[in-house]
């Protein structure tokens, strides 16, 4: 009787751990998102500074997510665009990361759940390239004040 009582209590606390690591999870994905869009508006607004600030909280956010719940492949990538995001001061070497990060973000939302909000598949077609938007208005985060409403939401994810 001892040993299915300790089994039992050995199970649900492996439950629990299990759901307490699946939460956490569920927690660093919008902190991953939330970053991903504030890289996304420091560029909007031409802010070369703050897009690289945000970018090295993305990067933070990146390392902070289990090795187990992406691919190295995508870790790695993401890693790799933000951190040149985060070391750059000029706005068009980090406009041109960013179509490469927003390239993976959008492959990594395709295959995970990263918000409970909707997340809108946007693109500039001036650019040919994508970025991932919290709201369906058209703030172009390539050409900032330039071409600021160029583009097009083609998904909602």
Same mark, same amino acid.
């Given at each position: 009787?001892?040993?299915?009582?300790l !089994?039992?209590a050995?199970?649900?606390?492996?439950?629990f751990? @299990?759901l307490?690591?699946?939460?956490?999870t $569920?927690?660093?994905?919008p902190?991953?998102?939330?970053?991903?869009?504030? *890289?996304k508006?420091?560029?909007?607004?031409?802010?070369?500074?703050?897009?690289?600030?945000y970018?090295t909280? !993305?990067i933070?956010?990146?390392?902070?997510?289990? $090795?187990e719940?992406?691919?190295?492949?995508?870790r790695?990538?993401?890693?790799?665009?933000?951190r040149?995001?985060s070391?750059?001061?000029?706005?068009?070497?980090q406009?041109? $990361? !960013?179509?490469?990060l927003s390239?993976?973000?959008?492959?990594?939302?395709?295959?995970?759940?990263?918000?409970?909000?909707?997340?809108?598949?946007?693109?500039?077609?001036?650019?040919?390239?994508?970025?991932l938007?919290? @709201?369906?208005? *058209?703030?172009?985060?390539y050409?900032?004040?330039?071409?600021? @409403?160029?583009?097009?939401?083609?998904? @909602?994810?």
């Open positions: 009787m001892k040993k299915i009582f !089994f039992s050995l199970f649900v606390i492996s439950i751990q @299990t307490l690591a699946q939460d956490n $569920k927690e660093q994905f902190q991953l998102l939330t970053t991903y869009y504030g *890289i508006d420091a560029l909007v607004s031409g802010n070369a500074a703050t897009a690289a600030s970018a909280t !993305f933070e956010s990146v390392n902070s997510i289990d $090795k719940t992406i691919k190295e492949e995508i790695s990538s993401l890693l790799k665009d933000a040149t995001i070391q750059s001061k000029d706005l068009s070497i406009r041109e $990361k !960013f179509a490469t390239t993976t973000m959008i492959a990594l939302a395709k295959t995970v759940k990263l918000s409970t909000e909707p997340v809108y598949l946007q693109y500039c077609p001036m650019k040919k390239a994508s970025w938007s919290d @709201t369906k208005a *058209i703030k172009n985060p050409y900032g004040s330039a071409m600021l @409403t160029c583009g097009n939401v083609k998904e @909602t994810l």
